[in-house]
């Protein structure tokens, strides 16, 4: 399959890069590469990408692009966002195809979970 046209890589806007890799780590499993003291790769997450660090964060209420996850679970998930000391910004709602919840990392950047389940 041509790559031509796919979205290829995402970054991410962090303000503690060290936190928020543990942070994805921790609840969904993903691992990084360091290129330097304020950029790192993202990998096990789906898509390649990268954690920068930034003042700014994302959030859907500023028009950002929302990055939305898939888990088998979401109940397990929403756990372990909050444990690792995310927050839930929107509760678990209903929408054509599943369910949802959008929660934010240490960095106050906003991203979904959904499942199909």
Same mark, same amino acid.
């Given at each position: 399959?041509?790559?031509?046209?796919?979205?290829s890589y995402?970054?991410i806007?962090?303000?503690?890069?060290?936190?928020?890799?543990?942070?994805?780590?921790q609840?969904?499993?993903?691992?990084?590469? $360091?290129?330097?003291?304020?950029?790192?790769g993202?990998t096990g997450?789906g898509i390649?990408?990268?954690?920068?660090?930034?003042?700014q964060?994302?959030?859907?209420?500023?028009?950002s692009?929302?990055?939305?996850?898939y888990? $088998?679970?979401?109940a397990k998930?929403?756990?372990?966002?909050?444990s690792?000391?995310?927050?839930?910004?929107?509760?678990?709602f209903?929408?054509?195809?599943?369910?949802r919840?959008?929660?934010?990392?240490?960095?106050?950047n906003?991203?979904?979970v959904?499942?199909?389940?």
């Amino acid at each position: 399959m041509s790559q031509h046209h796919k979205i290829s890589y995402i970054e991410i806007p962090v303000k503690a890069l060290a936190s928020s890799k543990a942070f994805f780590n921790q609840v969904f499993g993903w691992e990084f590469v $360091d290129y330097g003291d304020d950029y790192a790769g993202i990998t096990g997450a789906g898509i390649d990408g990268g954690l920068y660090v930034s003042e700014q964060n994302v959030s859907a209420d500023k028009g950002s692009v929302l990055v939305v996850l898939y888990s $088998d679970d979401l109940a397990k998930s929403q756990a372990a966002i909050e444990s690792a000391g995310g927050t839930i910004k929107t509760p678990t709602f209903e929408f054509p195809g599943g369910h949802r919840f959008h929660f934010c990392d240490g960095n106050d950047n906003e991203y979904a979970v959904w499942s199909d389940k």
